[in-house]
């Protein structure tokens, strides 16, 4: 995993190269075992250029991609178009794995971040088709079934991607990144037309005339209503993101944003439809296959590597996993993993990690994150992350990569993005019971719910609710939705008027509905919830130099589920049932059954509540004088009741809290 930037002139234009140089050097943390430059002086004349993270071993490797000087030498400079790169070195450490890397005698070059898992396939494939390689590098594999298939090549991949390939001969760029946006790359175009890309957002703040200004839409989403990344856009006004899926291709000479001053992407990638008709027995049997296959896959590094271990369904079956395959390959060293624990028993999942840990003999490590680490950490990790989060969470992900890396491990894999197409959140059921009712299958319907019952506590008056919102339009839905408790106290809170944004539901900037168990399975993986844990995956991870991996969103295995029938994934209150059965033999059977969910969790509430109300109530105050109106002082008397019980705890006052923060933090200009 890396970082990459890069940007291309606008019409009649030359950009200076130092602003490659410092919209690479900001994101050292992505990459600092190497790092590379590919600067266009003019339409003949392209040069690659190393710097100061550059390893001697590069300079005198003789590739046709080596550095032949050093950027500082051509800061004086402008160019067309510049490329860079930061490596963080995980497969072929050697100096052939330097980027920007060319193939076909230089007439492609690439930046690329991510990992292609089958690369070694697709490297065969192409073999018998006559293509030769000099390195042992999934890059210059990309790069060959790049000439060879064009934008097509993308399906052949899996794995996770974001990268450019600038083509020589047509002097054309392509920039796409995978199936679920698991690597980021966003955009912004200046107002002289020039076009820019990176990693990170704060790779913009270096450019010239830059100032960061508020997007009041997709920032009332994230304070109303808790959802982040759900569009192209981010919560900075003019800087976008190419969505997970898409791609985009155009001659440099024509590349300009749309009217809506975005790009003209296009999506390579759908969801593939071809409904499962076998037993669940079978279905299971597949589940099990797929997983192993991908787990393997996923293990596949020349750096040390460790799991994340939370002590809930899905991190447990990757830490079994790995076991299992470790085993059978002769290992002689314990896995590691990683775990973020409290020392409040309510909050804690350390009983059920150590059953997991009992089970398998790895190496475990923990973090007991403190209510200081929030006031001390907070401003770090704000500027990491770019974009306000949502809970404390977040704090705990960044901690345990951070206890990892002081473990010399640069590879971590773990669970994320299981729960949004597996049924983890129990977001099928009401569809499941609304389709019962359509149907009339009244006593299927009040069967599920009897056992369904004795599981998870479950209201009438919910049930009703979680029906009739399946059943009503979407309008009505949307103005019941506003009249909600919490949502009517926020309202209060923000003055919507200053911020000057459009009062839409944030579901209805999404192109699905949330409906049926498929629709609500592609609505929270591409949608509604999985990218905003992405990206707070890959900003923690890279935070701390560390390559995060996700075995539970190989397309392959997502593509299977998405596909079964529904109550193969959830009936009578049992969530996840394939690959509860899956696992039979595999998961220590205490978690195999384990019905509820927490994952990390932080006891928040009693730092809110009971440890340091005060110094939140500070933070709270500090956005009403940061946002200028746009947060009221009424934020106070919320916070206090919220303190004194008033109003049910939820995580709204930390979006308050962030939102001021993030504000501070990048000098944010407000609307």
């Known amino acids: 995993m890396c970082g990459i930037a890069g940007f291309i002139a606008g019409h009649g234009r030359l950009l200076s190269n130092e602003i490659i140089c410092k919209m690479a050097s900001i994101i050292n943390h992505r990459g600092p075992d190497d790092e590379g430059f590919v600067i266009l002086k003019s339409h003949d004349q392209l040069i690659q250029l190393g710097g100061d993270s550059t390893p001697h071993e590069v300079w005198d490797t003789f590739t046709e991609y080596r550095p032949v000087a050093k950027i500082t030498s051509y800061m004086g400079d402008a160019s067309i178009m510049a490329l860079a790169h930061k490596r963080l070195s995980v497969l072929d450490l050697s100096p052939a794995g330097h980027q920007p890397m060319s193939y076909s005698s230089g007439r492609f070059w690439i930046v690329y971040n991510g990992e292609v898992y089958n690369y070694t396939r697709i490297r065969r494939e192409l073999q018998e088709s006559g293509y030769v390689f000099k390195t042992n590098t999934d890059t210059e594999v990309i790069l060959a079934a790049y000439q060879e298939w064009g934008e097509g090549c993308l399906n052949k991949f899996v794995g996770m991607w974001a990268f450019a390939i600038y083509d020589r001969y047509s002097n054309e760029i392509f920039l796409a990144r995978d199936r679920y946006g698991i690597k980021p790359l966003y955009y912004f175009f200046s107002e002289e037309g020039d076009f820019f890309f990176a990693s990170e957002i704060k790779q913009f703040t270096v450019l010239p005339k830059w100032r960061a200004s508020m997007n009041p839409q997709r920032v009332y989403d994230q304070l109303m209503y808790s959802i982040a990344d759900h569009t192209d856009e981010t919560m900075f006004g003019n800087v976008f993101q190419l969505p997970g899926g898409t791609c985009f291709k155009s001659v440099l000479s024509d590349i300009k944003p749309a009217i809506s001053g975005k790009l003209n992407y296009k999506r390579w990638y759908w969801p593939k439809r071809e409904l499962f008709n076998g037993s669940f027995e079978n279905a299971a049997k597949t589940f099990r296959s797929l997983f192993e296959v991908s787990v393997k896959e996923h293990l596949n590094a020349d750096v040390p590597v460790g799991t994340a271990l939370s002590g809930g369904l899905d991190s447990s079956a990757i830490v079994c996993e790995v076991n299992r395959l470790l085993k059978t390959g002769g290992a002689t060293t314990r896995q590691r ?17 150590d059953i997991v840990i009992g089970a398998t003999n790895v190496d475990a490590s923990f973090v007991y994150p403190k209510v200081e680490d929030v006031f001390t950490q907070t ?32 590879v971590l894999l773990n669970g994320q993005g299981a729960d949004e197409y597996l049924g983890g959140y129990g977001q099928f059921t009401f569809s499941r019971y609304a389709e019962m009712v359509r149907r009339m299958k009244i006593a299927e319907l009040l069967h599920d719910i009897e056992n369904t019952r004795q599981i998870r506590s479950l209201t009438g008056m919910e049930v009703f609710r979680g029906i009739a919102y399946h059943l009503l339009p979407t309008k009505i839905n949307r103005i019941l939705s506003g009249l909600s408790s919490n949502t009517r106290h926020l309202k209060g809170i923000v003055s919507s008027g200053k911020m000057g944004m459009n009062f839409k539901h944030p579901f209805d900037f999404i192109p699905v509905e949330y409906s049926s168990v498929q629709n609500i399975s592609e609505h929270l993986t591409f949608y509604s919830t999985l990218p905003k844990y992405l990206h707070w995956e890959d900003r923690n991870s890279m935070a701390n130099s560390i390559e995060a991996r996700v075995p539970f969103l190989d397309h392959r295995l997502v593509e299977f589920v998405y596909n079964l029938p529904d109550n193969y994934l959830e009936k009578d209150g049992i969530s996840k049932r394939v690959m509860r059965q899956a696992m039979g033999g595999l998961l220590p059977e205490a978690i195999r059954c384990r019905r509820d ?35 009221k002082n009424e934020a106070l008397t919320y916070f206090d009741n919220i303190v004194e019980g008033k109003i049910p705890f939820d995580f709204s006052y930390w979006r308050l809290i962030l939102l001021g923060e993030w504000i501070t933090r990048f000098d944010v200009k407000l609307p």
Request: with cysteine.
């Open 379 to 410: 401003p770090q990790i704000i500027w990491h992350q770019d974009e306000p989060y949502q809970s404390q969470s977040v704090l705990l992900g960044y901690n345990v990569f951070k206890l990892a890396a002081s473990d010399k491990v640069k």
């Open 597 to 631: 969910k927490m994952g990390y969790s932080t006891p928040e509430e009693h730092w809110v509540r009971n440890e340091c109300p005060g110094l939140f109530r500070k933070g709270i105050a500090r956005t009403i004088d940061v946002t200028n109106g746009l947060i």
């Open 337 to 353: 993993t990683f775990s973020s624990c409290s020392d409040i028993e309510k909050y804690s999942e350390k009983k059920w990690m």
